[in-house]
Structures are given as C-alpha cells and as structure tokens.
C-alpha cells in the first residue's frame, strides 16, 4: 500500500471518521467548499486550546470564504466533547467545527500528520487547505510547542481564491507587498509575441510593470 503523504495539486485521501458532529465522509460531504483541515497534539492542553479559541473566533471570516474548518486529533470523540464543553464554560467560546475523533492515528498517518521524531503519540500541527474540488492546495506544518497564526491562514486561503479567480500569482506578504502594494503578479509571458504584447499593455498604462517579466494589475477583492 502507498503511504506516501498528499502533496499539494493531488486529491485528498478520502475517509470516514466520527466527529463531534456526528459521521462525516471526506472530502465528499465538503464538495463545493474550500476547506481547512487542521490536527492538533491534544486536546485539554494550553497551545492548543488558544488555537482553538482563536480559529473559533475568525470562524465567521472563514465561512464567509465558503471554508469550513475541520480539526483532528488522536483524542477520543468522548474527550473532544468534553474538552470542547470545558472551553465554552471557562472560557466562554463555542466551538462551531467538527473535531475528528483519530484514535488509531489512521487518517493522521494517511495525511503525513505523524512526525515521529516529534512525538509517537501524537499529530503535529498541520494545515491542509483543500479546495472545492477536493484537490490539496496548501500544506503547512508548525511544531508541537508553537501555536498556529490564523490571521495567515486566513491570508493563503485568500490569496489562492484571488489566484484562481483572477488567474494571478500573489506576491510576499500579499495584500501588503512593499514593492507592489496590494497589486497581483501578471504570470510572465513565454514567446516572444508575448512579450511584445505585454510591453504594449505596459505603454497603454493596462498594467504596470519593472521589466517584461515582472507585471502587476490591480484585482478585486
């Protein structure tokens, strides 16, 4: 069997898992949605219950995006409840996302999110960005002792949905590049007549540009 780990621009391995909110089968319950799966060490610890809080807070921002979050840990669903009712009393914030209950660690290890030189025992703190066709899109890993920032999350899920749409690539720090502010980079050219087409758009004032190969125009947001 291939156990090799989804890279981004392939399918998201498919599984059956029980949730906090019930059965769910993936990716295909979530076709037509952008998604954000993401595991966590454990649960009932501090890194990632502020993780948690701060994904539940931007949760809006994120269904707003056509994005629904989903976590995931090797906690049984019985402690995911429980953990999840313990943040809502002492700390006052529900959690509006399923959490996938990987007990046997066969969907972590199905997604390359068991890193053994980290822990045996437990998921690293992956992000996998899956969009509305269940194609993998983005990976990030963060360590078991560093938190997440879902400001940059937020910021890549946005960025490739602009991408897609305006067929553009985003450059450093997008929207708030220091060269090109929050203009998007036209993909270069590749023959010759391209060139020449392009250096026509540059003199008609259509898009702004340093040389042939480094062009922005302004996108929607």
């Known amino acids: ?3 090799r780990m989804p890279l981004i621009g392939d399918p998201a391995p498919a599984f059956v898992a029980l949730t906090t909110h019930g059965r769910v089968e993936f990716p295909k319950d979530y076709t037509g949605k952008w998604v954000v799966l993401f595991s966590h060490p454990a649960d009932f610890t501090p890194v990632c219950t502020t993780e948690f809080v701060a994904f539940a807070k931007r949760h809006r921002e994120f269904t707003e995006l056509n994005c ?3 976590g995931l840990s090797m906690d049984q669903v019985f402690s995911h409840i429980k953990w999840t009712e313990w943040i809502k009393e002492k700390l006052d914030v529900d959690i509006p996302f399923p959490i996938i209950a990987d007990a046997a660690g ?3 290890e199905l997604y390359g999110m068991l890193h053994p030189g980290a822990s045996e025992s437990q998921t690293v703190r992956a992000v996998f960005v899956i969009d509305p066709k269940g194609v993998v899109r983005a990976i990030i890993y963060y360590p078991l002792n560093v938190g997440r920032n879902m400001d940059e999350i937020l910021r890549l899920l946005q960025a490739l949905q602009t991408a897609d749409r ?3 690539a985003l450059p450093a720090g997008w929207p708030q590049n220091e060269l090109i502010g929050d203009r998007a980079i036209i993909p270069p050219p590749t023959s010759e007549d391209g060139v020449r087409k392009r250096l026509d ?3 008609k004032g259509e898009v702004a540009c340093y040389d042939w190969w ?3 125009r302004k996108v929607g947001r």
């Open 166 to 168: 305006d067929k553009v």
């Open 68 to 70: 629904a979050l989903i």
């Open 201 to 203: 758009q540059a003199d």
């Open 214 to 216: 480094f062009c922005h």
């Open 106 to 108: 066969r969907i972590g």
């Open 1 to 3: 069997m291939d156990k």
